[in-house]
């Protein structure tokens, strides 16, 4: 708007600024604990889901860190047989083949009996107890039945710990899903809570941001963050005890290599976390100059800006993609080094483990599993890695969501604020001082009343302060000082829904939203029918067009529908006005997008339509307001001139110049 300070005006009314919009500072998360603290705490409603998902997650890693345990056996099982089987075979091969052994005769036994002790030098130290006590009266069989029964007890463990997974990863995204869903709801509200100076500061795309990446971002992590957290601690823990139940010095060694990965995690998280920062911060400025753009299109075009445009979306491209590849860098790191830390451990505990086998103190069986537990202790360490970038984006993320909704609010209305249901029309001002900024007034000690039904006309050069005036009667802004009453009433005393309510408004800018003709005509009057929708088109010289249309009054519309042109979304507007029938009107420029045949059809209705009718209307073609009760000349933030036109035009004033010049213009 032309009241506001110029280098905001761009972020209001979506025109080119072609030096750019001044990049947002990238920075580390300002408070990384508290962001994290107030994330957890969007979690308290679902404590019993958390406790379902975690008792599952529990259940399914248990599985998994008993499995290795369990082939271990089966392979123990297999090398058992295989053993004494060749050892009875080795056996029988020696004795002559008319001895018949006692029943219960065993390898120990028989080796007394012939002064063979050291026959057994040969066998593996693990399996010397069973060689030693196997009975050679009988050739030992397979253990089919228990390899059987192992293999269907591993079967039915990982049938299991999938459904547990499963189960935990739906119940991990309702969680994180309800999270979302809050979060969007949130930033709904707080953005109908949140002041027009806001956005007068802010690029819509960084608002934009934040609800659509940002929370996406939040729901995508927060659901990884969840089941590999809680599985990582489960399975970090686990694995750890059963391989001190195997042998404490593997583990032993296998831990040495704890602190190498943890410290390169911690460097790593380090280094990566103020990367992450910028990419979101990046996306929101970005976001915000391609929505400036495209909607400022035209302008873009008409003043050849393509070039400048393209230059400065470069600028902000390059430092998303600097961002983003140092932060895809650093995280990038953390698998092929942990690979490479948990190889380390992995090599030096299959040595030791195959040393302590040929000193018979692990069985076969038992470094198959250790060798297992040592992989699986890797992955829950890699996954600690993982979990750290995606905790750095979330929380990058979630930050930025906090801190919209943290941002200061509309002051609340009073709780005991007047309703006026009858609207007589009187407005007055008071004394009335207002700067957008503190320290530059625009309004200064401005003070008018404006009787009941009274059309008023407030004019004056670009900023005069014309359009703020309408701003603080529609309580987009409250006044610095002063007051502004209507019937007597001060509008800072009512509900701001309730003061907005008293007036119907046609701006110079048209806005539709995406639906139909229908739809968009009774967006101030939901519950008019299709006859009162008729009438006020009908009233607007809009209908004519409208019947032309393949649907009428059902065809879709977009806000930058080519099918309809400037001057016609004009007139639905002023439509949308009249079937909205509120007490008082506020005129912008309302006539300034149709032609000149239009605009008398316009005036025509117009006239109809504010009689009887307290009625603002701003203008700057002069000779549209020639028949207003009350002229407001504004310059400078205040009344310089007030009067009907021809009383104006004799004073020979201020307003007589604009009149003049104008009219020499046209002439």
């Given at each position: 708007?032309?009241?506001?300070?110029?280098?905001?005006?761009?972020?209001?009314?979506?025109?080119?600024?072609?030096?750019?919009?001044?990049?947002?500072?990238?920075?580390?998360?300002?408070?990384?604990k508290?962001s994290?603290?107030k994330?957890?705490?969007?979690?308290?409603?679902?404590?019993?889901?958390?406790?379902?998902m975690?008792?599952?997650?529990?259940?399914?890693?248990?599985?998994?860190?008993v499995?290795?345990?369990?082939?271990?056996?089966?392979?123990?099982?297999?090398?058992d047989?295989?053993?004494?089987?060749?050892?009875?075979?080795?056996?029988?091969?020696?004795?002559?083949?008319d001895?018949?052994?006692?029943?219960?005769t065993?390898?120990?036994e028989?080796?007394?009996?012939m002064g063979?002790?050291?026959?057994?030098?040969?066998?593996?130290?693990?399996?010397?107890?069973?060689?030693?006590?196997?009975?050679?009266?009988?050739?030992?069989r397979?253990h089919y039945?228990?390899?059987?029964?192992?293999?269907?007890?591993?079967?039915a463990?990982?049938?299991?710990?999938?459904?547990?997974?499963?189960?935990?990863?739906?119940?991990?995204?309702?969680?994180?899903?309800?999270?979302?869903?809050?979060m969007r709801?949130d930033?709904?509200?707080?953005?109908?809570r949140?002041?027009?100076?806001?956005f007068?500061?802010?690029?819509?795309?960084?608002v934009l941001?934040?609800?659509?990446?940002?929370?996406?971002?939040?729901g995508?992590?927060?659901?990884?963050?969840?089941?590999?957290?809680?599985?990582?601690?489960i399975?970090?823990?686990?694995?750890?005890?059963?391989?001190?139940?195997?042998?404490w010095?593997?583990?032993?060694?296998?831990?040495?290599v704890?602190p190498?990965?943890?410290?390169?995690v911690?460097?790593?998280?380090k280094?990566?976390?103020?990367?992450?920062?910028?990419?979101?911060?990046?996306?929101?400025?970005?976001?915000?100059?391609?929505?400036?753009?495209?909607?400022?299109?035209?302008?873009?075009?008409?003043?050849?800006?393509?070039?400048?445009?393209?230059?400065h979306f470069d600028?902000?491209?390059?430092k998303l993609?600097?961002?983003?590849?140092?932060?895809q860098?650093m995280?990038?790191?953390?698998?092929?080094?942990?690979?490479?830390?948990s190889?380390?451990?992995?090599v030096?505990?299959?040595?030791a483990?195959?040393?302590?086998?040929?000193?018979?103190?692990?069985?076969?069986?038992?470094?198959?599993?250790?060798?297992?537990?040592?992989?699986?202790?890797?992955?829950?360490?890699?996954?600690v890695?993982?979990?750290?970038?995606?905790?750095?984006s979330t929380?990058?993320?979630?930050?930025?969501?906090?801190?919209?909704l943290e941002?200061?609010?509309?002051?609340?209305?009073?709780?005991?604020?007047?309703?006026?249901?009858?609207v007589?029309?009187?407005?007055?001002f008071?004394?009335?001082?207002f700067?957008?900024?503190?320290?530059?007034p625009?309004?200064?000690?401005?003070s008018?009343?404006?009787?009941?039904g009274?059309?008023?006309?407030?004019?004056?050069p670009?900023?005069?302060?014309?359009?703020?005036?309408?701003?603080?009667?529609?309580?987009?802004?409250?006044?610095?000082?002063?007051e502004?009453?209507?019937d007597?009433?001060?509008?800072?005393?009512?509900?701001?829904?309730?003061?907005?309510?008293?007036?119907?408004?046609?701006?110079?800018d048209?806005?539709?939203?995406?639906?139909?003709?229908?739809?968009?005509l009774t967006?101030?009057?939901?519950?008019?029918?299709?006859n009162?929708v008729k009438?006020?088109?009908?009233?607007?010289?809009?209908?004519?067009?409208?019947?032309?249309?393949?649907?009428s009054?059902?065809?879709?519309?977009?806000e930058?529908?080519?099918n309809?042109?400037?001057?016609?979304?004009?007139?639905?507007t002023?439509?949308?006005?009249m079937?909205?029938?509120?007490?008082?009107?506020?005129?912008?420029e309302?006539?300034?997008?149709?032609d000149?045949?239009?605009?008398?059809?316009?005036?025509?209705?117009?006239?109809?339509?504010?009689?009887g009718?307290?009625s603002?209307?701003?203008?700057?073609?002069?000779?549209?307001?020639?028949?207003a009760?009350?002229i407001?000349v504004?310059?400078?933030?205040?009344?310089?001139?007030?009067?009907?036109?021809?009383e104006?035009?004799?004073?020979?004033?201020?307003?007589?110049?604009?009149?003049?010049?104008?009219?020499?213009t046209?002439?």
């Amino acid at each position: 708007m032309t009241d506001k300070p110029k280098n905001e005006s761009h972020k209001r009314n979506g025109s080119v600024n072609h030096g750019g919009p001044v990049m947002m500072t990238a920075e580390k998360p300002k408070h990384f604990k508290k962001s994290l603290g107030k994330l957890l705490g969007l979690l308290k409603p679902n404590l019993g889901a958390i406790a379902v998902m975690v008792a599952l997650t529990i259940t399914a890693t248990v599985f998994d860190i008993v499995s290795p345990k369990i082939l271990g056996n089966m392979t123990n099982q297999i090398v058992d047989d295989y053993i004494s089987a060749k050892v009875y075979d080795a056996v029988h091969e020696k004795l002559p083949k008319d001895v018949k052994l006692p029943k219960g005769t065993t390898v120990k036994e028989l080796a007394q009996q012939m002064g063979d002790t050291g026959k057994f030098s040969e066998v593996p130290e693990a399996q010397k107890e069973l060689v030693e006590n196997l009975d050679l009266s009988e050739k030992p069989r397979f253990h089919y039945e228990v390899l059987g029964q192992i293999a269907l007890l591993l079967v039915a463990l990982y049938l299991v710990s999938a459904l547990a997974y499963y189960v935990s990863g739906w119940v991990g995204t309702s969680i994180t899903q309800n999270i979302v869903y809050k979060m969007r709801k949130d930033l709904s509200a707080k953005i109908n809570r949140m002041p027009i100076s806001y956005f007068d500061r802010h690029q819509y795309g960084d608002v934009l941001s934040r609800v659509t990446n940002d929370v996406d971002t939040v729901g995508q992590s927060l659901n990884q963050v969840f089941g590999q957290a809680i599985s990582a601690v489960i399975m970090l823990f686990g694995i750890l005890v059963m391989m001190l139940t195997i042998s404490w010095q593997l583990t032993i060694i296998a831990l040495l290599v704890l602190p190498l990965s943890f410290g390169f995690v911690g460097f790593i998280t380090k280094k990566s976390q103020k990367h992450f920062k910028n990419v979101q911060n990046r996306i929101g400025t970005l976001n915000g100059h391609i929505e400036e753009n495209y909607a400022g299109q035209t302008i873009v075009k008409a003043f050849s800006g393509e070039a400048e445009a393209e230059k400065h979306f470069d600028a902000v491209n390059s430092k998303l993609y600097e961002s983003t590849w140092k932060s895809q860098f650093m995280s990038g790191l953390m698998m092929p080094v942990m690979h490479f830390i948990s190889n380390l451990g992995y090599v030096a505990t299959a040595v030791a483990g195959g040393w302590l086998a040929l000193n018979g103190r692990l069985s076969i069986g038992d470094i198959q599993a250790f060798i297992q537990y040592v992989s699986q202790f890797n992955q829950p360490i890699v996954q600690v890695g993982q979990i750290t970038n995606l905790l750095q984006s979330t929380v990058a993320a979630a930050e930025r969501v906090f801190e919209f909704l943290e941002e200061t609010e509309e002051v609340p209305d009073r709780q005991d604020a007047t309703k006026l249901s009858i609207v007589k029309g009187e407005v007055e001002f008071k004394n009335v001082h207002f700067g957008y900024e503190p320290g530059q007034p625009i309004i200064k000690n401005f003070s008018a009343r404006i009787k009941p039904g009274h059309k008023v006309a407030i004019v004056g050069p670009t900023g005069a302060g014309k359009t703020t005036i309408v701003n603080l009667l529609m309580r987009f802004y409250d006044p610095d000082s002063g007051e502004i009453t209507i019937d007597g009433i001060n509008t800072r005393d009512m509900e701001r829904s309730d003061v907005r309510d008293k007036f119907g408004m046609v701006l110079q800018d048209t806005w539709l939203f995406s639906g139909t003709i229908k739809e968009n005509l009774t967006y101030g009057d939901l519950k008019a029918s299709r006859n009162d929708v008729k009438k006020a088109a009908e009233a607007a010289h809009v209908d004519h067009f409208v019947q032309a249309l393949p649907k009428s009054y059902d065809t879709r519309i977009e806000e930058d529908s080519e099918n309809i042109s400037v001057g016609e979304k004009q007139l639905l507007t002023i439509a949308r006005a009249m079937l909205a029938d509120a007490p008082m009107l506020i005129l912008d420029e309302a006539t300034s997008s149709v032609d000149t045949r239009t605009e008398v059809l316009i005036q025509n209705a117009m006239e109809k339509l504010t009689k009887g009718r307290t009625s603002f209307v701003i203008a700057h073609r002069l000779s549209t307001i020639k028949n207003a009760d009350l002229i407001l000349v504004m310059n400078n933030g205040g009344i310089v001139e007030q009067g009907s036109h021809q009383e104006l035009l004799a004073a020979d004033g201020f307003y007589a110049g604009l009149y003049k010049a104008q009219f020499v213009t046209k002439t």
